[in-house]
């Protein structure tokens, strides 16, 4: 992408009145929402999170097939949502929000028992050991949903990396987590739940296109 293209998606972000940009230290002095989702969608329906939503299509799919839930992608790179957050406005998905903001900050954007569920599609799986703090089921990075999440909140893992899956796999079971769902590839699991085979990205199109299976882990944080 053209830095102008990125520029000009920028500047679109900025009018989308469904686009939350704050600074990081807007964030760190007191976000103004934490706590207060609730008046960005003007009603006190379940939150979901999608952590790391690329172009947002995962965030939309669901928001497209459940009115009765708000939904809320968070990416850094808000050239990328860009095309999420349009699509939202021009099908009046009202129940659909975009933060540009990183991960680890996920606890000054949200209060305590403030989120329903988090979705966590195709992450880097940051394979190396020093970037261990990178991936987003380490220890650190569980204990922050779990604090945002309310008491029956679940998490959902969806990768075509074997690495990330038995990783957290492992964390899971070592740590005492409640695993709901696990299974190594979802299109051949007659049990795998609709939110999961029915929805898409385009790089996941492009991992099935390979032969590459798709894995996914539901689970609940007890800490």
Not at 81 to 86: E, M, T, Y
Request: aromatic share 12%.
């Amino acid at each position: 992408m053209g830095s102008k293209n990125k520029l000009k998606r920028f500047h679109e972000n900025e009018t989308f009145s469904n686009v939350v940009q704050p600074k990081r230290e807007e964030i760190l002095k007191g976000f103004s929402l934490k706590g207060k989702w609730n008046t960005f969608f003007k009603n006190d329906n379940p939150i979901v999170l999608e952590l790391g939503c690329g172009k947002g299509e995962y965030t939309i799919a669901l928001a497209q097939k459940d009115s009765t839930k708000n939904f809320i992608g968070i990416d850094i790179k808000g050239a990328r949502f860009w095309r999420g957050a349009k699509t939202a406005l021009e099908e009046n998905l009202t129940n659909v929000g975009f933060i540009r903001t990183q991960i680890e900050l996920i606890n000054e954007l949200f209060a305590e028992n403030e989120v329903d569920e988090i979705w966590i599609t195709f992450p880097d799986p940051q394979i190396k050991y020093k970037r261990t703090k990178h991936r987003l089921t380490n220890s650190d990075f569980l204990k922050k949903y779990h604090h945002i999440l309310k008491e029956n909140g679940v998490v959902n893992l969806k990768t075509d990396s074997e690495f990330m899956h038995g990783y957290t796999l492992g964390l899971l079971h070592g740590e005492g987590h409640e695993i709901l769902h696990a299974n190594h590839d979802v299109y051949k699991n007659t049990y795998s739940p609709e939110e999961v085979i029915g929805t898409q990205t385009f790089y996941e199109k492009q991992y099935l296109e390979k032969g590459k299976p798709i894995t996914f882990i539901q689970f609940r944080i007890n800490y």
